[in-house]
């Protein structure tokens, strides 16, 4: 099957079942933020189906991806609908938690895509850190969570500590990279390496 037909049929299963997939007001600066470093090698995490790695296999032909996810249906759904695009060759699923995969992998990355738990962008980007590439571009989605990261607006209670570690998250990679929010959707940061740290 085409890439294309793949995509279409994991979307319309993913919406039905309640999967959350990239939105579809976020996928151009995804693939845009991807694309812009012609990237070898992706590191995803959070596969879910295997949605947006199609999306940036598609994009980007000549790129190789790693995709982690704990959940193990959603794994196998990813690694049957990576195998019926075709791509089994260049997405490799991994399973398991990605504090775990990650210190497994060796890089280099050039481009990293934080899609898992929120709470934890920052510890797995502590983790892949040492696997960029000099070049290596980095985008997290939803960091701006439903507003309340950057709006000042009370947050409730039960979404305190993610909303803090969101903060937190924004803050290192502003103070470490080249960082781009894109608010369409839930917020999307792009962070690129400063290059007056390879100086
Ligand atoms: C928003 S979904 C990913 C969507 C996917 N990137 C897409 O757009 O098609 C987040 C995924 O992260 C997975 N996840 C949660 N905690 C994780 C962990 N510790 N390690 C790896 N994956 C995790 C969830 O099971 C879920 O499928």
Do not use: W
């Not at 079942?17 to 990239?22: C, F, R, S, T």
């Not at 070898?40 to 199609?54: D, P, W």
């Not at 000099?134 to 009370?154: M, Q, T």
Request: one cysteine or more; proline letters at 6%.
């Amino acid at each position: 099957m085409e890439i294309r037909d793949v995509l279409q049929a994991l979307e319309e299963e993913a919406l039905a079942a309640g999967v959350p997939i990239l939105r579809e007001s976020e996928r151009e600066a995804l693939l845009e933020a991807c694309a812009s470093t012609a990237p070898k090698r992706i590191l995803e995490i959070g596969t879910a189906v295997g949605f947006s790695a199609l999306l940036m296999a598609e994009r980007c032909p000549g790129a190789e991806i790693d995709t982690v996810e704990l959940d193990p249906d959603r794994h196998a759904r990813a690694v049957r609908a990576i195998a019926d695009a075709g791509c089994a060759g260049r997405i490799r699923c991994h399973l398991g938690d990605a504090a775990d995969i990650i210190p497994s992998l060796s890089g280099p990355y050039d481009f990293l895509y934080l899609d898992g738990p929120k709470g934890q962008y920052l510890r797995h980007l502590y983790l892949a850190e040492p696997l960029l590439s000099p070049r290596a571009v980095i985008a997290a989605d939803n960091v701006l969570f439903r507003g309340l990261v950057e709006s000042g607006d009370p947050v409730p209670h039960r979404y305190r500590t993610l909303v803090m570690r969101l903060r937190d998250y924004l803050a290192y990679v502003r103070a470490h990279y080249d960082t781009a929010i894109h608010p369409e959707g839930d917020g999307l940061a792009v962070s690129r390496k400063k290059e007056e740290r390879y100086e």
